[in-house]
């Protein structure tokens, strides 16, 4: 079983940066794929990022390719979502998630999840 807890989210003007970073548990955490979602309001669960269980690969949603980031560090049990050229329609809350298989964008396939954080975009 894996814990994540998702850090980093917060207010920033458009146009700016924000880092997320998911802490993981357990000994595992290099078995396992992972992911970015975020859900705005009133809107379904949608995939951001996801990367492979060696970080060698990495799948983007398409508005977001260019602006984000997908890495991790197998060593600290750690992924990280680097936000660059924030919109508001990136307002969100961002959650990070764990899963076994791979590639797999449907949120469906992720087995353990954060709380999120909240991420707002002003205009």
């Known amino acids: 079983q894996v814990q994540v807890v998702e850090s980093g989210g917060g207010l920033v003007q458009a146009g700016g940066s924000l880092r997320l970073s998911c802490a993981a548990s357990?000994?595992?955490?290099?078995?396992?794929?992972m992911g970015w979602f975020r859900q705005a309001p009133g809107k379904e669960r949608e995939f951001v990022a996801t990367?492979?269980?060696?970080?060698?690969?990495?799948n983007y949603r398409g508005s977001v390719k260019g602006r984000f980031t997908i890495s991790r560090d197998n060593a600290k049990n750690t992924v990280y979502l680097q936000m660059n050229s924030l919109k508001p329609e990136d307002t969100a809350v961002y959650y990070c998630?764990?899963?076994?298989?791979?590639?797999?964008?449907?949120?469906?396939?992720?087995?353990?999840w954060g709380q999120g954080t909240q991420v707002t975009v002003s205009s």
């Open positions: 998630a764990a899963g076994r298989t791979w590639p797999n964008n449907n949120p469906r396939a992720y087995d353990y």
């Open positions: 357990g000994r595992t955490f290099s078995s396992y794929a």
């Open positions: 990367i492979s269980r060696s970080g060698g690969s990495t």
